[in-house]
C-alpha cells in the first residue's frame, strides 16, 4: 500500500469554485478507482487560490483480479445447421483473444448465448493511474472555464505545474505540454521558488513551511485567529470584536494561502448611514469584516485578511483606509441625496423600470400589489390594512434610489431607512424591509403581520403572473426564482397559521392583470399544482412521513394549515396496528366503489346483520364528524374512525356488495361511499396501506 498525491498548480482560481472543485476531485478519484478495482484506504483534498490537491491513503499496489464474463452472439446465430461454429462465433472468440472451444453456452431469458468466462490478472497500480489522473484533470469542470494560449482544453485558469507522487515514485503523463514531477511551489510572495516533494506524507508540512497553508478547514481557523488578533490591538477597547459573516469568512479562506489581519479605522460620520449599507460596502466591495461592540453596533472599524506579510503594517493599514473611504464617501452622498426625494415621490419613477415586458412596469405591480394587500388584510389582519397598504404602496419606491443602484441587495433595506426618514409608521417602515424575507429556505420570517402581509402579496402576484403569460420553472431555469417564491409563500402562511384559500387568491392575482394574461381554471389549476409540488418537497426535506403527507394533499390542498393538520393526525394515527388495516379496508372501499356518488342509504334494504352494524357505526361516526372536522379536531376523529376496522371485515366477510338485486347493490354502495367521504375528510388513507 503506498499513499497517492496529485496537485495541479495553477493561476489564482476564484474563491468560489475551489470547493466544489475538491470535491469533484474526490468524487471523480472514487467513481475511477470503483471501475479499475484498485482499493484504498481514505481520501483527502486540499485547495488554495494556487493549487487543488488530492491525497489518497494507502493505495493498493495492484489491481484486484477480476472473473469477467462477456456475452456473445446467440445459439441459433453462433452454430449453423450441422452445428460447426459460424462466422458470428469465431469472430467473438477471435476479438477476445480466444478459440471458440474456450467459449461455453449459457442459458438466458432470451435463449442460449455462447459466453466467455475468464479470470483477469490486475495490473500494477502504477500502470493505470496517468491514465486515470488525466482523466481526473480533463473531467474537472467549472462555472465558467476558458481555453488559455494555444491550449485545446478548458480550465478554470491556466495550469502551471503537475505534482504526482505514488509513495516515492513520480506518475509521469502529459497535459497541454507540461509533464507531472515531483515539484510544488510555495507562496507566490514569500516563497516562490519550486521544491521537491518526497512523498504525500511530506506534502502538508513542506508547504507549511513555504508559507502555505493547504487544509481549507486549518486556513479558515487562521484566518479568524488573524482577523481577531487585528482587533484586539486597534484600540477599539475590550468590547470590539469582529462581525463574523460565514459567507465571507469562506469567501476570504480561499482568497488567501496564507493570511494576515490588519485592522483599520474610518470616519465616525459614515456611521450615519444605515449599518446595513457599510456592511455591504465593506463586505462585497473589499471583502473587509466590520468591527462591532459587545451590543452588536457598528464601530468605526474593520479588518483586511491580506495574503502575504506585511512588512509596513501601517502603509498597509492606510492603503486600506483608503480605498474603503472612496467607497463610503460614494454611500454617504447617495443617502443623502435620495433623503431629499421621500418615498411617495418616488412612485412615478417605477414606470420606467420594467417589472416583465408582458407584465408592465414596477408601478403597474405596486398597484397589483396594494390590491392584494388590502384583500389579505382584509381577511386575515383587519387591524393593520392601512399600514400594510401604505407598505405595500412604498415598497418598490426605493428601486430608484441611487443607493440601491449602487447596492442593489439592499432594497427594502434602504426604502425601510428612507421612509423611517419621512416620518411614515414604523409598521409601514419595517414592512418595508421584511416583506423580501425570507431571502432563501431556512432564513428569517417577517417578524410583523404587515411584512408578511405584503410579502404574501408581492409573491402570489409574480408567481400568478409569470404563470399566466406561460413563464413556468423548467429542469434548468427558473428565471424568477418561482420555487423560492413558492417556498416563501408557504412558510410565512404556515408561521402565521394563516387559514387561505389560496386558490381564491389565485384568481383574483390573475384577475387584477386583465387581459394580460390567461387567467381561467387551467392556470390556476397550474400554479396550484406547482405550489403543491413545492409543498411536498418541503415536507420531504423536513422528514415528514412522505405517505402521510401524500394522503392529505391529495384530497385537498387549498389551506395549507389545514392540510399539515391532517398530515400531524395521520402521522399519530398510523402507529396504530389497527390503522393498517383500516387503511388496507379503505383501498378495497376504493376499488369497489369506484366513481360511485350517492350517499343516501336506505335502511330498510339493509338485510343482513353485518351491514346493519355497519351502518349504526357509520352514523355515529358521522356524527362525530359534524362535531369535530369543523374544529379541525383530525386526531380525535381519526380515533373514532378506528372502529371500522371489525365492522368493515365483518362486511366483506358476510356481505356480497354487487348483488344481483340493483336496489340492494346501489344501497351498499352508497354505504361504502359514505364511509369513504367521512375518510376522505381527512386523507386518502389507501395511500398508506403498506407503508407503516
Known amino acids: 500500500m503506498k499513499d497517492l498525491l496529485f496537485e495541479i498548480g495553477t493561476e489564482e482560481l476564484p474563491a468560489g469554485f475551489l470547493v466544489p472543485a475538491m470535491e469533484q476531485l474526490a468524487s471523480l478519484f472514487r467513481t475511477k478507482a470503483e471501475k479499475l478495482k484498485l482499493v484504498f484506504a481514505g481520501l483527502r483534498t486540499y485547495g488554495t487560490p494556487r493549487r487543488l490537491a488530492l491525497v489518497v491513503e494507502q493505495l ?18 453462433a452454430f449453423d445447421d450441422q452445428g460447426k461454429p459460424t462466422r458470428a462465433a469465431e469472430g467473438f472468440a477471435r476479438s477476445k483473444g480466444v478459440t471458440v472451444d474456450q467459449l461455453s453456452l449459457v442459458a438466458t431469458p432470451k435463449g442460449e448465448y455462447l459466453k466467455l468466462v475468464r479470470q483477469v490478472a490486475g495490473v500494477a497500480t502504477e500502470t493505470v493511474l496517468p491514465e486515470l489522473l488525466k482523466e481526473i484533470l480533463v473531467e474537472l469542470s467549472f462555472a465558467k472555464s476558458m481555453k488559455w494560449g494555444s491550449n485545446q482544453l478548458t480550465f478554470a485558469r ?63 481557523q487562521r484566518v479568524l485567529d488573524e482577523i481577531k488578533a487585528a482587533v484586539a490591538v486597534a484600540g477599539f477597547g475590550d468590547g470590539a470584536e469582529v462581525a463574523v459573516d460565514q459567507g465571507l469568512l469562506d469567501t476570504v479562506t480561499n482568497l488567501v494561502e496564507c493570511p494576515f489581519g490588519v485592522c483599520g479605522r474610518f470616519a465616525e460620520k459614515f456611521l ?44 498597509t493599514r492606510t492603503g486600506h483606509e483608503r480605498v474603503l473611504r472612496a467607497r463610503l464617501e460614494d454611500a454617504f452622498f447617495f443617502f443623502e441625496s435620495d433623503k431629499k426625494i421621500r418615498l411617495a415621490e418616488r412612485l412615478e419613477a417605477l414606470s420606467g423600470i420594467i417589472f416583465q415586458a408582458r407584465l408592465g412596469s414596477m408601478r403597474d405591480k405596486v398597484d397589483r400589489i396594494v390590491k ?25 419606491a426605493d428601486l430608484t434610489s441611487n443607493m440601491v443602484g449602487e447596492f442593489p441587495s439592499l432594497q427594502g433595506v434602504m426604502g425601510s431607512a428612507y421612509g423611517a426618514h419621512d416620518g411614515e409608521a414604523d409598521s409601514v417602515a419595517v414592512a418595508i424591509a421584511e416583506h423580501y424575507l425570507p431571502l432563501r429556505a431556512g432564513s428569517p420570517l417577517p417578524t410583523t403581520a404587515t411584512g408578511a402581509l405584503v410579502g404574501l402579496a408581492d409573491r402570489i402576484d409574480t408567481i400568478a403572473g409569470c404563470f399566466g403569460i406561460g413563464q413556468t420553472p423548467t429542469g434548468t431555469t427558473d428565471p424568477f426564482g418561482l420555487r423560492r417564491l413558492a417556498l416563501a409563500v408557504l412558510h410565512i402562511i404556515e408561521h402565521y397559521r394563516y387559514g387561505l384559500p389560496l386558490s381564491d387568491l389565485l384568481y383574483k392575482a390573475l384577475a387584477l392583470y386583465g387581459d394580460k394574461v390567461a387567467g381561467g381554471a387551467a392556470t390556476v389549476e397550474q400554479i396550484m399544482t406547482f405550489i403543491k409540488g413545492r409543498f411536498v418537497n418541503d415536507c420531504a426535506a423536513r422528514g415528514l412521513d412522505a405517505r ?27 402507529r396504530q396496528e389497527s390503522f393498517e388495516v383500516l387503511a388496507g379496508s379503505f383501498k378495497r372501499i376504493r376499488n369497489i366503489i369506484k366513481d360511485h356518488q350517492e350517499l343516501e342509504v336506505d335502511r330498510s334494504l339493509l338485510t343482513e346483520p353485518a351491514e346493519q352494524e355497519l351502518y349504526t357505526v357509520y352514523q355515529r361516526l358521522h356524527a362525530a364528524g359534524e362535531q369535530r372536522l369543523p374544529r379541525r379536531d383530525y386526531s380525535g376523529f381519526l380515533e373514532e374512525m378506528l372502529a371500522l376496522k371489525e365492522p368493515v371485515d365483518r362486511f366483506f366477510d358476510d356481505v356480497m356488495v354487487m348483488a ?27 395511500r398508506m396501506h403498506g407503508g407503516l
Not at 183 to 189: A, P, V, Y
Not at 288 to 297: E, K, M, N
Request: aromatic share 6%.
Open 60 to 77: 493498493t499496489e495492484r489491481q484486484e483480479d477480476s472473473r469477467e464474463e462477456l456475452l456473445g452472439p446467440s445459439k441459433q446465430a
Open 158 to 220: 491556466p495550469i502551471q505545474w503537475l505534482l504526482t507522487r505514488f509513495g516515492d515514485d513520480t506518475v509521469v503523463f502529459e497535459h497541454e505540454g507540461i509533464v507531472s514531477s515531483n515539484l510544488s511551489r510555495g507562496h507566490r510572495f514569500l516563497a516562490p521558488d519550486t521544491f521537491t516533494v518526497a512523498t504525500a506524507a511530506d506534502y502538508e508540512r513542506a508547504l507549511e513551511e513555504r508559507f502555505v497553508i493547504a487544509d481549507v478547514e486549518r486556513r479558515r
Open 548 to 574: 402521510a403527507v401524500d394522503a392529505a394533499s391529495s384530497v385537498a390542498f387549498d389551506d395549507v394549515n389545514d392540510c399539515l393538520q391532517r398530515i400531524e393526525a395521520l402521522i399519530a394515527i398510523k
Open 372 to 396: 392584494l394587500t388590502r384583500l389579505l388584510a382584509d381577511m386575515l389582519e383587519p387591524t393593520v390594512a392601512e399600514d400594510a397598504c401604505r407598505a405595500a404602496l412604498l415598497c418598490k
Open 272 to 315: 450615519q448611514i444605515p449599518a446595513e449599507v457599510l456592511i455591504t460596502s465593506m463586505r462585497e466591495h473589499q471583502k473587509y469584516f466590520p468591527v462591532i461592540d459587545r451590543q452588536g453596533s457598528l464601530l468605526p472599524g474593520f479588518v483586511a485578511v491580506n495574503n502575504t506579510r506585511v512588512r509596513q503594517i501601517e502603509v
Open 660 to 686: 344481483e338485486d340493483e336496489a340492494v347493490r346501489n344501497n351498499r354502495l352508497n354505504l361504502l361511499t359514505g364511509i369513504g367521504t367521512l375518510i376522505l375528510a381527512i386523507g386518502d388513507i389507501s
